[in-house]
């Protein structure tokens, strides 16, 4: 007998429409869950069942009295948000002791919007400190561990986010991607993730620390047409957004674009890491070339390319994520509290001369530039999401030296920024595994406001190769 947690997103909407399913029992199914198994996989910093309970009840009225058809999309849905951003009267620890007490007072845009679109807010999923690293183990919480192999990294800075859905704590949560922080932790928890165009979700009017507009926020789902329902509620534009993206055509919306057929699509592939001397792992390129010949049998056009880089982005992207890490507010006498990556990266982006920066800034435009140019003859480009399969918890802090612990990071991560830096939408799809049962991501981009066409393609991959019945054994507990 299926579980509630077992129901899409989109189906739980669909039931609770039609009156067959209660919002304050669905919100009373994941808190339980959470108390029993979220520290286990390390998934929320902060629970809210106060509020998430009267968020389902107020839900379940209006599913009582109003008009089904009129009713906002996420009614009664439950949508974690990721402990970088704020939920007003909510502690917001950033994933850093240091902020450990610090309570919000004021929501994000986007929380916001979430709260008008009717969705349930259960908790803070858990993050590492700032966002920075691509792993998520802090002094707040447990670590994140992918429910697949709860000896291994959930992956980060959204690993909190992919932790709970793939354990079947929430049906879908939100994240943040300024270098592949979406896509690395779906890809190692076997969800589909969507980074989208840079400019899709306002960052307004509280995140503004990001100048270049590297860092979006987005959907981890389980499903694609989950993930579309989601990115139709998150999306909204604000006044004096710096970075606007092209708008969807009147009356059309993310989640109709999963029920279309794509046609027929040219895709590029390559799978050469953009960062010199990474080697992919075997069931990486295994996955990757498997992908190329499924696009090849659904009618695509795949080419081969040869990928715009010399590596030298990854040092202007250092850069600037350096400076960004000395950007953040920490209050005075309490440097010593932050990790030893933190503090190593703020040293560093504090040493970067202002000619410099703005210097790093200009070359990852010019990078962006070339780039979308040898992309534009495609309607999507193919690579591995990651470079390795999940690796275990502390694989990156091991040898203690926070340079070899960005070095590792880098590995890890090598074609996940390239799109922070392009701006282009890019999904990863848990369309294979390994030997031993763990997941491997594929990542697909697109062009640039073209998050549509990335969805038709991964919902007619994802109903080729169907995932959703692939479940960690934590499901059914």
């Known amino acids: 007998m299926s ?90 620890t950033r994933g850093s002791r240091v902020f450990a007490d610090h309570v919000a007072d004021a929501d994000e845009g986007y929380v916001a919007e979430l709260r008008r679109a009717g969705a349930v807010l259960p908790g803070k999923t858990n993050t590492p400190e700032f966002g920075l690293p691509c792993y998520t183990e802090n002094e707040v919480a447990p670590p994140a561990r992918t429910p697949w192999d709860t000896t291994r990294s959930a992956g980060g800075s959204s690993g909190g986010a992919a932790a709970a859905v793939a354990a079947g704590l929430a049906p879908f949560a939100q994240g943040g991607d300024g270098g592949g922080s979406i896509r ?57 957004d710096p970075f606007p993206a092209p708008p969807l055509p009147a009356g059309e919306t993310f989640l109709s674009h999963t029920r279309r057929d794509p046609g027929r699509l040219r895709v590029a592939c390559f799978a050469t890491p953009p960062l010199p001397g990474v080697e992919v792992h075997p069931d990486v390129l295994a996955a990757h070339h498997g992908t190329a010949r499924l696009l090849e049998e659904l009618g695509h056009d795949v080419t081969e390319i040869t990928p715009p880089f010399d590596g030298s982005h990854m040092d202007h992207f250092a850069t600037v994520w350096a400076v960004g890490a000395a950007a953040a507010p920490v209050p005075d006498g309490q440097e010593h509290r932050l990790r030893p990556l933190t503090r190593w990266l703020r040293e560093r982006g504090r040493a970067v001369p202002a000619p410099d920066y703005v210097e790093a800034v200009a070359r990852l435009r010019r990078f962006a530039r ?108």
């Open 370 to 477: 070339f780039a979308l140019t040898v992309f534009a003859p495609y309607d999507a480009v193919l690579t591995p999401t990651l470079a390795t399969p999940p690796v275990p918890l502390g694989h990156f802090t091991t040898t203690g030296d926070p340079a070899e612990e960005f070095a590792r990071m880098n590995a890890f991560t090598p074609f996940g920024n390239v799109y922070n830096i392009t701006g282009q939408p890019a999904v990863t799809l848990p369309l294979h595994t390994t030997a031993d049962g763990l997941p491997v991501g594929v990542m697909l981009a697109g062009r640039i406001g073209a998050e549509g066409t990335l969805l038709s393609l991964s919902a007619q991959l994802e109903a080729a190769r169907p995932w959703l019945d692939r479940t960690p054994g934590i499901w059914r507990r």
């Open 3 to 92: 579980e509630i947690h077992d129901l899409t997103a989109v189906r739980q909407a669909a039931l609770f429409r039609r009156r067959e399913l209660s919002p304050v029992e669905v919100t009373d199914h994941y808190l339980d869950r959470i108390e029993r198994l979220g520290d286990e996989v390390g998934a929320f910093v902060t629970v809210t069942p106060e509020l998430a309970r009267r968020q389902a009840r107020n839900a379940e009225k209006r599913l009582l009295a109003e008009d089904p058809e009129r009713l906002p999309a996420l009614l009664g849905l439950c949508v974690p948000v990721k402990d970088l951003d704020m939920v007003a009267g909510v502690r917001c």
């Open 184 to 240: 690395i932790p779906a890809s190692v928890c076997g969800l589909y993730g969507i980074k989208p165009t840079r400019g899709r979700v306002t960052a307004a009017p509280l995140r503004t620390a990001d100048p270049i507009g590297l860092s979006v926020t987005g959907p981890l789902a389980r499903t694609v047409a989950d993930a579309a329902l989601l990115l139709d509620a998150l999306t909204l534009g604000d006044v004096g």
